[in-house]
Structure formats: structure tokens, C-alpha cells
């Protein structure tokens, strides 16, 4: 198949996964052309039978806010009529299904058959997308779309909930991972080492958007670190970061934390953690969850969204209610202390990502999903 892929091409779950599935679709023989305003962070250099096209966006004084929505869906129209596009597979919502379905109406003019995949992540559902001034069209573009997929059972019940979504269908697919890039036996001691000399690793990766409540990890950690000396590794960037240090300096424990900024290959660094901890207050998903256990590592999280269906209560980890930064403490310090317990937990995160979650099962439900509609 001719494959058109439009997401969010900077540091964040929903970009990740769109490329990773492009990768694999690749591999798998499909031609997959990327259609963003940068190449996607996770996307190497050159990848046979993937193709990057930059939408750029033309300045013009009138133009306070640029049309970007319309300079992509023209993107769109112009890659599909020049590679005979089977169809286009569109990650979040706003405003990506709204300019595939603009490309699709100025292609029907032209008697070629664009169908539209939607793939729902998070936010563009449970914030931006109920936002009064966005609710119509992401109800109109949810509708319009030939096939609707979300990436958790709890995204598709708030998707209907939300929206009504009046005859059209939501599949669940969830989020993968790839167990030859995200395992346990990546462990590299010198990199341990140097972050952390011997003591244990509490690990977070995000975009430090408010919604992750990253001052709930510092508060977290500072308990842990008054009974066990520890190292927390914040990875990401964005606009918490800066009061995620300050709550580090006003607790006194600055001087243990790791700020390393965004770095886009992460797995190296998850394979050397102990702990990987989410205090977010939403999460459709959590992508970054599955990549930590698929790597060994047990999550301690908040039990809201959709993490309970990629964490496990006790099992692969620990959940526990929003802002409950002393149940968080008490269950990393369970996991830090209690050897044969993290070794269950560690050995099981595999086990339940590679069950669960895995890169194969996934790419052939999208295959199915895209066979439906062309
Ligand atoms: O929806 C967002 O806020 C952005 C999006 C992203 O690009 O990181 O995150 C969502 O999609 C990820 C991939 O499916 C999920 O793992 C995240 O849980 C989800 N974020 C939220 O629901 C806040």
C-alpha cells in the first residue's frame, strides 16, 4: 500500500508512535510518506521506502496567525495525486483529520479516492478537542473520517461520551513497542554509573506539560530520598521544568536530580532505572509507561485514563490516586527496598508488554484497519 502519515513530528507519544508504525510499515514492503512540518523526532535519516514531505507554510504580513491547517491538507492533496496515495492516516485530531478532509474533497474533484484513517491520541479528545472552539470540527472530522481507532478503551468511551460520534465506529488499537529496541538487556553499567554511582534510579520522560503534575514527582522523590539515598533522571523538556527544579531546590534535593533535557533515543536510559514513575493527572495511554516496563522496569503511576490497561496494580507495578505523593513514595520505596518483589514486577513488565503490546500485532490491526477502507 501507498501510505500518507500526518502527526505531531516533535518530542511526544503521539509523534512517537505514528513513526515507529511508519517504520514498521516500511518494513514490511508498504511505502509510507510522512507529511509534517519538520521530520518526526524519531525517524532516522533514511529509512527505505519512506518518504519525509515538509509542509511549509508561505509568510505574509496579513497573516497574524498562518494557515497552517490549509497548507497542509494542500500538502496532503499534492503528495497523494503525485504518489497515488492509497490512503491517509491522520494522528490527532485536530487539525490533521480536518485538513485530510479537505484534501480528500479537493481529490473526489478530481474522481481519486482519498480515504481517511483518524487515529485519536489524547488531548485532542479530553481537553483541546471539548474546548468550545474546537468541539464542532473535531466532532465533524471524528464523523467524516473512514475509520476511527483509539489508542485505549478508556480514549473510545470518552470519545463517545464526549461527542456523541453518531453512526461511526472506534476501534481500539493501542500503543506498541518494539522489543528489540526497548528491552532489559540493554543495561549499560557505565552509563549507571555515571548518573547515579550505586544508588537506585527513579526515571520520568515527558513534554513537562502541566498535565503531567512533574511537581508531584520531585515531592515524590524527596520522600523516598529522606529514607534511601536515590538519583531521579527527568528526561524532556517543556513548561513545567522550570518549576519541577525549583520544587527540587525548595526540598533540598536538587543536587540528586538529573535534569538531561530532551533526548530523543530514551531506551538506553529506561534499561538503566529502577522505578519509572507518571504522577500525570490525564493519560489516554502512556506511552512512555509501556516503553519502561518493555524495558524492565516497574511503574509506579496514577491510576487514571487509560494506564490502568497498560499498568497493572501490583503486579507490574504500583497505582495510585492523582496527587497522592505519599502512596507514589511508599510504593517506589517498596519496590527499591524489597529485591525479590522488583525482580516479580521487573520480570512481568516484559512479560504483560510483550503479550499485550507488542510492535506485530499492532501493525497488522492497522493493516486490517486500512484494508477496510480502501
Ligand atoms: O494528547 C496529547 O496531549 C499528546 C500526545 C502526545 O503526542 O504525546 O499524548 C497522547 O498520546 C500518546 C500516544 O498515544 C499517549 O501515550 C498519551 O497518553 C497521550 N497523552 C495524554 O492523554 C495526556
Known amino acids: 500500500m501507498k501510505i500518507g502519515i500526518t502527526c505531531y513530528p516533535t518530542y511526544g507519544g503521539s509523534g512517537a508512535v505514528a513513526t515507529e508504525l511508519g517504520i514498521a510499515l516500511a518494513a514490511r514492503g508498504h511505502s509510507v510518506h510522512f507529511i509534517t512540518y519538520e521530520q518526526p523526532f524519531r525517524l532516522p535519516l533514511f529509512v527505505p521506502r519512506i518518504t519525509f514531505h515538509e509542509v511549509s507554510l508561505g509568510h505574509y504580513p496579513l497573516f497574524q496567525y498562518p494557515p497552517y491547517d490549509l497548507a497542509l491538507a494542500v500538502k496532503m492533496h499534492e503528495v497523494a495525486l503525485e504518489q497515488q496515495l492509497d490512503l491517509l492516516h491522520v494522528h490527532y485530531a485536530i487539525p490533521h483529520a480536518t485538513s485530510a478532509l479537505l484534501a480528500k474533497q479537493m481529490l473526489a474533484e478530481a474522481g481519486q ?31 467524516k473520517s473512514d475509520a476511527i481507532t483509539a489508542v485505549s478503551r478508556f480514549l473510545k468511551e470518552e470519545t463517545i461520551r464526549a461527542f456523541g460520534c453518531d453512526n461511526c465506529r472506534v476501534d481500539v488499537i493501542p500503543n506498541f513497542v518494539d522489543p528489540r529496541t526497548f528491552n532489559p538487556g540493554h543495561r549499560d553499567a557505565a552509563l549507571r554509573a555515571d548518573l547515579a554511582g550505586d544508588r537506585p ?20 522523590f524527596a520522600r523516598v530520598r529522606e529514607r534511601l539515598p536515590a538519583v531521579l533522571v527527568m528526561i524532556g523538556d517543556g513548561p513545567e521544568r522550570g518549576a519541577a527544579e525549583e520544587e527540587a531546590r525548595r526540598l533540598g534535593v536538587r543536587g540528586d536530580v538529573r535534569f538531561l533535557g530532551r533526548i530523543d533515543a530514551v531506551a538506553p536510559l529506561l534499561s538503566i532505572a529502577d522505578v519509572y514513575i507518571l504522577t500525570t493527572d490525564r493519560e489516554s495511554f502512556g506511552l512512555s509507561a509501556l516503553e519502561a516496563q518493555a524495558s524492565g522496569v516497574p511503574v509506579v ?19 495510585r490516586p492523582v496527587g497522592d505523593v505519599a502512596g507514589f513514595a511508599d510504593a517506589t520505596l517498596t519496590l527499591l527496598t524489597d529485591r525479590a518483589l522488583w525482580e516479580r514486577q521487573s520480570a512481568a513488565a516484559v512479560e504483560r508488554a510483550r503479550r499485550l503490546f507488542d510492535v506485530n500485532d499492532v501493525v497488522s490491526g492497522y493493516e486490517d484497519v486500512y484494508a477496510s477502507v480502501i
Open 201 to 220: 534510579v527513579m526515571m520520568h520522560i515527558s513534554n513537562f506539560r502541566p498535565v503531567k503534575r512533574v511537581r508531584d514527582i520531585v515531592a515524590t
Open 113 to 143: 479516492r482519498l480515504p481517511v484513517v483518524t487515529t485519536l491520541h489524547g488531548t485532542d479528545i479530553t481537553i483541546v478537542g471539548q474546548d468550545h472552539s474546537y468541539h464542532a470540527i473535531t466532532k465533524y472530522s471524528i464523523e
Open 301 to 319: 503511576a496514577a491510576g487514571v485514563g487509560g494506564i490502568p490497561e497498560v499498568v497493572e496494580d501490583g503486579v507490574t507495578g504500583a497505582l
